[in-house]
T-cell receptor, first 114, second 115 residues
């Protein structure tokens, strides 16, 4: 079946603008994750959704970052008032179950803030 | 705080060689460990997942081992091919503080297989 998809694949925005990044997880996967990959920083966890439970937001770097998951499927990561340091590749992953599930990643969205 | 280290950072081998990539982690109280490969400009492809109760997993030419007590995992690639050239990432799922149990990634080993 289809894997995890993300859109857009590339996004260039001006500093101070808001952006929305979308993730479509694998059908039936209850867990969804957002990560950020920056040059020199490696991969960092941002937020985790598991079913109807409250999301784990412990990785969000500031209150400019937020995410929602509607209907237990599609998720949107929103970055408000973007800064140049937000430039990175934003990766989404999903898994069939929570803690022990194998995570499958999407191709990512490359965000460039000018 | 969990830290994951991968050594070497880069590795270049001739085609056909067997090779080992190393991953170490500081907190042995993990749920599982996952190996990924990442091709330039692409997302991550899951290679192997080892649960904390397991010692190894195999898929084709790949074999991953886990020694929880010593905080180590190895990824063995047999008969390497140019198509294996990629960055290999190790990640462990464990308690990461503030009630969170998430993947912590190493910085990866960049593998080049020379034809």
């Amino acid at each position: 079946g289809a894997g995890v998809s993300q859109s857009p694949s590339n996004k260039v925005t001006e500093k101070g603008k808001d952006v929305e990044l979308r993730c479509d997880p694998i059908s039936g996967h209850t867990a969804l994750y957002w990560y950020r990959q920056s040059l020199g920083q490696g991969l960092e966890f941002l937020i985790y959704f598991q079913g109807n439970s409250a999301p784990d937001k412990s990785g969000l770097p500031s209150d400019r970052f937020s995410a929602e998951r509607t209907g237990g499927s599609v998720s949107t990561l929103t970055i408000q008032r973007t800064q140049q340091e937000d430039s990175a590749v934003y990766l989404c992953a999903s898994s069939l179950s929570g803690l022990r599930g194998e995570q499958y990643f999407g191709p990512g969205t490359r965000l460039t803030v000018t | 705080k969990q830290e994951v280290t991968q050594i070497p950072a880069a590795l270049s081998v001739p085609e056909g060689e067997n090779l080992v990539l190393n991953c170490s982690f500081t907190d042995s109280a993990i749920y599982n460990l996952q190996w990924f490969r990442q091709d330039p400009g692409k997302g991550l492809t899951s290679l192997l997942l080892i649960q904390s109760s397991q010692r190894e997993q195999t898929s084709g030419r790949l074999n991953a081992s886990l020694d929880k007590s010593s905080g180590r995992s190895t990824l063995y690639i047999a008969a390497s091919q140019p198509g294996d050239s990629a960055t290999y990432l190790c990640a462990v799922r464990a308690y990461s503080g503030a009630g969170s149990y998430q993947l912590t990634f190493g910085k990866g080993t960049k593998l080049s297989v020379i034809p």
